[in-house]
């Protein structure tokens, strides 16, 4: 029997390690990048998850409050459409960052947490832009005294304003129901549950209502 004999020179060998050495280093790079990829998107989409939470924690906890203000007192004095503005600026830093909600993967909490967003910053317009309307009507109603052949439309016009600032208070407060299982969405990526956060958020909205109440 005849055993083929191979022989493999020096200078073949030292071409062939050379070669498999590159060969796997660079499938060493493309997974090591692959993994790094993974732990950034990973790593983008908790920061999301924490960034909107947080917005949808504070829209929540503020809105209980401007809710219970309304029902005490002058139901939209200042420290009612105080609370609706700070309300505002949190949609407003959503829209801010509107860009981040893409990190998250899930198209469905996406789709969720814009939609309910684009809902309440129409609800929160309509209260402050109802609001103002009813200022605005009721200095001429003032300026021009309940013998006015006028008073009695400028009345009916301030009727209706205060029905859709109410009306649209309530969308509002319907619209947040919404926020608590988006919370329980977000706390799996984000690794959070968020019930600290809230405990600060009612804390500070508190501090900021003098002697006001503290909705559950």
């Known amino acids: 029997m005849i055993v083929p004999h191979f022989s493999v020179d020096a200078a073949n060998g030292s071409v062939v390690a050379v070669a498999v050495g590159a060969f796997l280093a660079t499938i060493s790079g493309y997974i090591g990048n692959q993994i790094e990829n993974r732990n950034r998107r990973r ?3 908790r920061g999301a998850a924490l960034l909107f939470g ?7 906890v503020t809105l209980a409050f ?8 002058d139901p939209y004095g200042p420290v009612t459409m105080r609370m609706i503005r700070a ?3 949190e949609t407003q830093s959503y829209d801010r960052n509107r860009e981040a909600l893409f990190d998250i993967r899930d198209p469905k909490v996406r789709a969720q947490i814009h939609i309910l967003m684009a809902r309440l910053i129409i609800a929160l317009d309509g209260i402050v832009d109802a609001n ?3 200022l605005s009507t009721e200095t001429a109603m003032r300026l ?11 009345a009916a016009l301030r009727d209706l304003y205060v029905q859709d600032r109410a009306q649209s ?14 919370l329980l969405k977000l706390r799996r ?3 959070y549950s968020f019930e600290a956060h809230e405990t600060v958020v009612r804390t500070t909205v508190s501090q900021q209502v003098v002697g006001g109440p503290s909705p559950g």
């Open 66 to 73: 401007a809710d219970a203000t309304r029902g005490r007192g």
């Open 54 to 60: 947080e917005i949808l924690v504070g829209i929540k």
């Open 132 to 134: 103002r309307e009813i």
């Open 189 to 191: 990526v984000a690794r």
């Open 169 to 182: 208070f309530d969308f509002a407060l319907e619209v947040s129901e919404e926020i608590a299982p988006l």
């Open 87 to 89: 309300v505002q600026r």
């Open 144 to 154: 021009r005294g309940n013998s006015d052949s006028s008073y009695a439309e400028f």
């Open 43 to 45: 790593d983008k989409e």
